[in-house]
């Protein structure tokens, strides 16, 4: 399995409150992503990397932000947590197009109260 | 963009049955098609792929047909084990720049003893 973490794996926060989640990969890969799971939903692209610095937004950035000051490290905010943003959380990484297997993390769970 | 459906969403078999999981898509540029398998409170994991110069690929128990006309694939899962039992998730894509995959909604595969 390819190296890839995420801290922390359960989180519990309140309304209002800044949240940020790490990701962690030790192969090397140029890409990164950050999905939300959601029953009824599948997997949706909050944000993604495609190098250092270079990041771009999915289908439900909104009230999300993202970091990429190193090649192994991607870090999601919630800028001001919502209920709705009650999810599990999955980082990704892999190679893009040359090699276009994703090897995802083992999630965060985050409950907004 | 890229719209995939999955049906169905849930799928309950007997062990020793075979199980279908079909998608479709809707960019006729999409050229590649994996499937991951998530099994509880893990993160997915690749468990097949095909590209589009291909029609059918197995790999022992599981299998991946596709039809680019009609713009679907599926799944084919044969002697079904109660280990098989996972969320199962297609995927499609354009390779070739970005790798930016979009997902279907999962599809709850139980498989009872």
């Known amino acids: 399995d390819a190296g890839i973490t995420q801290s922390p794996r359960h989180k519990v926060t309140e309304t209002g409150t800044p949240v940020t989640l790490r990701c962690h990969q030790t192969?090397?890969?140029?890409?990164m992503y950050w999905y939300r799971q959601d029953p009824g939903h599948g997997l949706r692209l909050i944000h993604y990397?495609?190098?250092?610095?270079?990041?771009d937004k999915g289908e439900v950035s909104d009230g999300y932000s993202v970091s990429r000051s190193k090649t192994e490290d991607f870090l999601l905010t919630l800028e001001s947590a919502t209920s709705s943003q009650t999810s599990v959380y999955f980082c990704?990484?892999?190679?893009?197009?040359?090699?276009?297997?994703?090897?995802f993390g083992p999630g965060t769970r985050l409950l907004v109260l | 963009g890229e719209n995939v459906e999955q049906h169905p969403s849930t799928l309950s078999v007997q062990e020793g049955d075979s199980a279908v999981i079909k998608c479709t898509y809707s960019?006729?540029?999409?050229?590649?098609f994996p499937w991951y398998k998530q099994e509880l409170g893990k993160g997915p994991q690749l468990i097949i792929d095909?590209?589009?110069?291909?029609g059918e690929k197995k790999d022992q128990r599981i299998a991946v047909t596709l039809n680019k006309t009609a713009k679907h694939f599926s799944l084919h899962i044969t002697e079904t084990q109660p280990e098989d039992s996972a969320v199962y998730f297609c995927?499609?894509?354009?390779?070739?720049?970005?790798?930016?995959?979009?997902f279907g909604r999962g599809t709850s595969l139980i498989v009872h003893p």
């Open positions: 990704a990484s892999g190679q893009g197009s040359s090699q276009e297997t994703q090897y």
């Open positions: 192969e090397n890969h140029r890409y």
């Open positions: 990397s495609y190098g250092v610095k270079d990041t």
């Open positions: 960019d006729s540029a999409s050229n590649y």
């Open positions: 095909i590209r589009s110069n291909v």
């Open positions: 995927a499609a894509s354009e390779t070739g720049g970005s790798y930016i995959p979009t």
